[in-house]
């Protein structure tokens, strides 16, 4: 059973013309996306910055709404209901994001903020309820978090505090939008396993958005690599660690083994290009050691190379 | 920045604050024991006693009708400061209201509100008070309302300007991500954030509205029946005693005037530099 099902989303935002240049430009954020999310299953999502990774995740949950495509909620089609029933959908997602600064309303006590979701669902509260929660998520013990302010808290404990609102209701999914970018890396794993005991203990379903593949390896059971909007490999996590197919995937590996070293360069050549300006073909061709002819014109489709491994590359055609 | 105690700290470290403060406490208690310090009833005539310099009866003198000049300018506090709250309340309450509308929807509606607001701020707003309340005719609230409705712009701007881009925060998406509508984002979320520096702008729409008031009283335009500092100039030119030399007349109001205007400034200068998150990040 899945609770989460995309199908070819597509994410163009329009760009403000100068007077010079007339015709409507787009910055394809994302370019036919497809991905399913088994119930209580942990997805991973990486891919570089500006690859479309937080305009997906805002879409899986319906903040906001595609150019083209579907996304199902419990075989719930979230873009083709109305407001009332978006507002049944919103009971049952929600969304962390990446900067533990901005999170969290400056002026509001913890309490208020954990709570926040559930006041605004009309649904049941109650102190204990809150720091239940809060507890779960290892701010121990609640009544010392519970009537202070944002700016009281450290980075760590802020984004422990992102999660409890986010549990707060019992969602079935929740978006965790690169959740430990930020943090420092010595308690990154320690937050991720905390992730991990929620995902069990509240049996809620999670996409994991990160632009570090270690992470997604980390806690993802399954994986998908997108680059500039469109997903270039996708399998469980274990053959896509074990066994990276697409030239892009394995400089995102290449990139762990250095970690070491503090180098976190990518070992390929130039930026990710502007969305704008999506390049024919492959769209990773300029960037690609293995580029030939074929990848210049042909963009080539994700396809089924052994069970449930995908991968778009002209290297792996018939 | 939280509670009030948190604030007190930062604030009683702040000396150009602490003056204004205590210039503004100086001033409320001169208003509220008026009452009771005046030496003579303020109405009250002596026609033995025109235009007489000070003494030791009369510190600041007399008036052309023999009233006792140190009680009125006493009782004089009550209105300015009346004047100042009430009119610098209208001016706080439209300019965030319409600063918090405008930057939150944006679009169409921005556009128009902004149009408004910049109407307002490049307009002489002194001319157009007097035009107005000669209009209206003199009474108090007219009086506040003509300040207050024409001077809330620079309030609108600033927190338009705060609020685009209070409304981009993430916590702002997570709260409409759990159904949260328009007016509770707006003043649940984005209120509290620009109120502070709301408070330093409304210590500086005070000094406006004081000073509108005076400058309006004293060009007659006002209410001449009330006692205010403006009306003890107005009559102080009008009956002749300043050409006549009589300075006792005019020079303590129009200090009392610009004081306690200080003292507002002080006060919202030091307040900016608290609550600006630019100046001093939490
Ligand atoms: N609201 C928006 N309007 C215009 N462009 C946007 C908007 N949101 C995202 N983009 C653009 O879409 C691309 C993908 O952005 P994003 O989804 O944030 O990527 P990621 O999270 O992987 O860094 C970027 O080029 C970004 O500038
Ligand atoms: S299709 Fe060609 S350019 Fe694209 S990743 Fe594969 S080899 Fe490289
Ligand atoms: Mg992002």
Redesign the interface.
């Known amino acids: 059973m899945n609770i989460v099902e995309a199908e070819g989303v597509k994410k163009y935002f329009p760009v403000k013309g100068s007077i010079l240049r007339r015709e409507k430009r787009f910055i394809k954020a994302l370019d036919g996306v497809s991905l399913s999310i088994e119930k209580g299953e942990i997805y991973s999502i990486v891919g570089e910055t500006g690859s479309g990774k937080t305009t997906l995740g805002r879409i899986l949950?319906g903040?906001i709404t595609p150019t083209e495509g579907s996304v199902k909620i419990d075989n719930i089609d979230i873009f083709s209901i109305g407001k009332s029933e978006m507002?049944e959908i919103?009971?049952r997602?929600?969304?962390i994001?990446?900067?533990p600064y901005?999170?969290?309303?400056?002026?509001?006590r913890i309490r208020d903020i954990v709570s926040?979701?559930l006041k605004?669902?009309r649904m049941e509260y109650s102190t204990e309820k809150i720091a239940r929660v809060m507890e779960d998520v290892g701010l121990k013990p609640a009544s010392d978090f519970m009537d202070r302010?944002p700016?009281q808290l450290s980075g760590g404990q802020r984004q422990r505090v992102?999660i409890a609102?986010a549990l707060a209701?019992s969602p079935e999914f929740i978006v965790a939008d690169e959740p430990v970018s930020m943090l420092d890396v010595s308690i990154r794993a320690n937050f991720l396993n905390m992730m991990r005991e929620m995902n069990k203990k509240y049996n809620v379903s999670m996409l994991m958005i990160t632009h570090d593949i270690s992470v997604a390896s980390y806690i993802g059971r399954r994986i998908s690599v997108l680059y500039l909007g469109k997903v270039v490999e996708q399998g469980e996590n274990d053959d896509i660690i074990k066994n990276p197919l697409h030239p892009y995937t394995r400089a995102l590996m290449e990139a762990i083994a250095t970690l070491g070293k503090k180098e976190k360069e990518l070992h390929i050549k130039g930026e990710i290009p502007n969305p704008m300006d999506i390049p024919k073909g492959c769209r990773f061709h300029p960037r690609c050691p293995y580029a030939m002819d074929i990848c210049r014109e042909v963009e080539p489709d994700l396809v089924e190379i052994s069970n449930k491994h995908s991968v778009a590359c002209h290297l792996y055609r018939g | 920045m939280t509670g009030l105690s948190d604030f007190w700290k930062v604030f009683k470290r702040n000396k150009m604050g602490l003056t204004g403060l205590g210039i503004i406490i100086f001033f409320f208690l001169m208003a509220v024991l008026a009452p009771f310090i005046s030496p003579y009833n303020p109405n009250q005539t002596n026609p033995n006693l025109f235009l007489s310099p000070p003494s030791s009866q009369h510190l600041f003198g007399t008036n052309e009708i023999g009233q006792d000049l140190f009680s009125r300018n006493l009782y004089g506090a009550q209105i300015s400061l009346e004047v100042g709250f009430a009119a610098a309340a209208v001016t706080v309450i439209v300019g965030l209201l319409i600063g918090l509308i405008s930057g939150y929807f944006g679009g169409i509606v921005d556009e128009i509100l902004m149009r408004v607001t910049d109407f307002f701020l490049v307009i002489p707003s002194i001319v157009f008070m007097i035009i107005i309340s000669a209009f209206l005719g003199p009474s108090l609230i007219n009086v506040i309302l003509v300040i207050g409705l024409l001077s809330w712009s620079p309030t609108a701007r600033v927190v338009r300007s705060m609020v685009l881009s209070i409304r981009e925060w993430p916590f702002v998406e997570a709260a409409r991500a759990s159904n949260a509508g328009h007016f509770y984002i707006m003043f649940r979320h984005i209120m509290p954030n620009v109120i502070p520096i709301v408070f330093a702008n409304a210590t500086m729409a005070i000094s406006n509205a004081i000073f509108s008031q005076a400058a309006l009283v004293f060009l007659g335009v006002g209410d001449v029946n009330d006692i205010s500092w403006g009306q003890i100039m107005h009559f102080a030119l009008y009956s002749g005693a300043i050409s006549a030399g009589d300075w006792w007349y005019i020079v303590p109001p129009g200090i009392f005037i610009i004081l306690l205007i200080l003292g507002f400034i002080l006060l919202g200068y030091s307040l900016e530099e608290i609550f600006n998150p630019r100046l001093r990040r939490v």
């Open positions: 949950i903040l507002r919103r009971k997602v929600q969304i994001f990446q900067d901005g999170s969290l309303n400056p002026r509001m926040e979701p605004l669902n302010y700016h992102a609102r209701i």
